[in-house]
Every structure is written in C-alpha cells, then in structure tokens.
C-alpha cells in the first residue's frame, strides 16, 4: 500500500535523524568521555593507555565522515560504546540487563491500564447522564495527581506503615536469578506496588478520553442514521462508535508503548527498580554520557517504531487510510 510505504520511508528517514543527533550531540558538547574517565580514577590510567580508550570511545583524528562511518558500523554490530561510570562495562550489556525489568513492570502495567481504561471509557459513554457519571470528578482527580507522588503515597501507606510490600529492589538481595518459583515469586512480589502505582496513575487518563470520544461519536449522523435503520445496539455501540473513538487512543497507546522503553523513571528511581528509567537517573548523576548515549538512542528508536506499529494498526482499523494509499 501507498500509504503505508509513505509511512515507513517517513520513520527510516526519522531513524536516520536520530542516529545522526546521537552520533552529533557527544561531539558538539565540551570536554570528552576519556577526560571524565581520568577525572573519575584520579588519574590512575596510564598514558601509554590514553589514545587506546580514546579510540574506544571512537575519539579520533579521523575526519568527522570517517568517524560517523565507523559509529554507523558499532550500532550495526551491536556496539553502543563503554560506561564511564561502570568502566569497562560495555553500555549494551548495562541497556539489555535493564530492559528486561522496564519492559516487564512498565509494559505489563501499560497495557493492562490502556485496556481497563478503554472498557470502562466506552461503558461510562454508553451510561452517559446515570450514576455512573459520578466517577468523573473522581476519575479527573487521579488523572491530575503526579504519579510519583502517588507512588510516595503508596510506599509510606503500604510498605513503610503496613509492612505489606517490601520499600525498593526488584528482589529479595540474595537471590539467584533463574527461572525458579522462589526468584519467580520475590520479582512478582516486588513488582506489585510500583505496577499499582503505574495503573493507577494512567489508567484515568484512558477512561476519561476514551468516554470523551466515544460521546462525540455517538453523536454522529451516520450513527444516528443506523440506530434510525433499527440496527442492533449491540452493533451500533461497538462496530460504529467503539471503532472509531478508539482511532485517537491508539496513537496515545503506541506512543505508551514507545515510552515503556524509557521507563516510568520517578516510579523507579522511588522503587529503587533496575530498570532503564533508574539507570537513566544512574548515568546522568555519573555524568556517564555513552550511557546516556545509549540509553537515549534506544528509546528514540523504540517511539518510532511504535508509531509505525500504530500506523500498520490504522490501515486495518479505518478504511480510509487504505482509500489514501
């Protein structure tokens, strides 16, 4: 379709960009890794060993399309550079052991909220002027309360006075990590109270716009020309309002989704959780710059390819994209 190769030659163009801006940005700014490195040790790296680490952190003499060449070579082979603040771990290995617990709690916790918010967005629309319409000021409230402050909330109430949950990590210290029930169960433990927090702070959003839309579209002509047809309500609620209204949110949920990748960062800096939002916080407090480097160009590519995800998911859900292409 048209349409859609428009769209993924738009996010390859976009991908393009954001490579180039990380390759740039480290280049353009004053100082370099190697002199935050000698800065960190005290100056216990031997000269001699200078121009090797320089060359690590692909700080050359080389002409900048030299150098652009060579960076464009380490992402292809998976090479995003060393940590300064775990030196010489590399920043790979310290992005793919985060990830896993970002896309686990956050992922988990985005997708349930988008879901439930959704449901209950439609079925408040449909229920528009009963009682149900009483949950508003309350929805509204949820939608505007910072979610780490919710999460502080949560944390004082639950595991500081109760005892419930335990304050921080994402498992008992101690603990071997493997596929075993006792590990299985310390993560999903953990895990409990910052997922609530992440629901709970997100999910209000989803209903409130969802019933939103979903009222607009009842108000339609062509709804109105079907409930006139004496279509099936069923039909009309799903097929024809339901259908539509969800078009906007799918773009909210794809850019979600692109963010799970980034973390909800307050939540896990709060939890003490070890995923990619805490160890974003880690390198910026470490002035740890290849890091930051790597973590911001993993997250740059995960948005864009959930907007094209969303883009694919439109071509199906409304017909007029199809009719464009």
Do not use: C
């Amino acid at each position: 379709m048209k349409y859609l190769l428009r769209k993924v030659l738009l996010y390859v163009f976009i991908a393009w960009a954001a490579l180039t801006m990380n390759f740039l940005i480290p280049r353009l700014m004053p100082g370099d890794p190697v002199s935050l490195l000698v800065e960190r040790l005290n100056g216990r790296i031997d000269p001699a060993a200078m121009s090797a680490i320089a060359e690590s952190y692909g700080i050359t003499d080389d002409p900048l399309l030299v150098q652009y060449l060579d960076y464009l070579g380490s992402l292809a082979r998976g090479d995003l550079g060393l940590s300064i603040g775990l030196y010489p771990v590399p920043v790979a290995d310290i992005v793919m052991g985060a990830l896993p617990w970002t896309i686990g709690l956050v992922g988990t916790t985005t997708v349930i909220s988008f879901v439930i918010g959704t449901a209950l967005g439609v079925v408040l629309a449909w229920r528009r002027g009963k009682r149900t319409d009483l949950l508003l000021p309350g929805l509204t409230f949820l939608n505007a309360v910072p979610y780490f402050w919710m999460a502080l909330i949560l944390v004082l109430v639950f595991a500081v006075n109760l005892g419930w949950f335990p304050v921080s990590q994402a498992y008992t210290p101690g603990l071997a990590p493997g596929l075993t029930p006792e590990f299985v169960g310390s993560v999903l433990y953990h895990a409990v109270l910052p997922a609530i927090t992440i629901i709970i702070a997100s999910f209000a959003g989803w209903v409130l716009s969802m019933r939103n839309m979903t009222v607009t579209v009842l108000g339609e002509d062509y709804v109105t020309m079907a409930e006139a047809k004496g279509l099936p309500r069923r039909m009309i609620r799903l097929d024809y309002a339901a259908r539509n209204a969800i078009l906007p949110s799918v773009t909210g949920f794809a850019l979600s989704l692109g963010a799970v990748v980034g973390g909800s960062m307050l939540t896990e800096v709060i939890f003490n959780y070890p995923g990619v939002g805490y160890t974003l916080f880690q390198a910026v407090q470490n002035q740890d710059f290849p890091l930051m480097q790597g973590l911001f160009l993993i997250i740059s590519l995960a948005v864009i390819a959930a907007n094209l995800i969303a883009d694919v998911v439109y071509v199906f859900l409304d017909p007029r994209t199809r009719q464009e292409g």
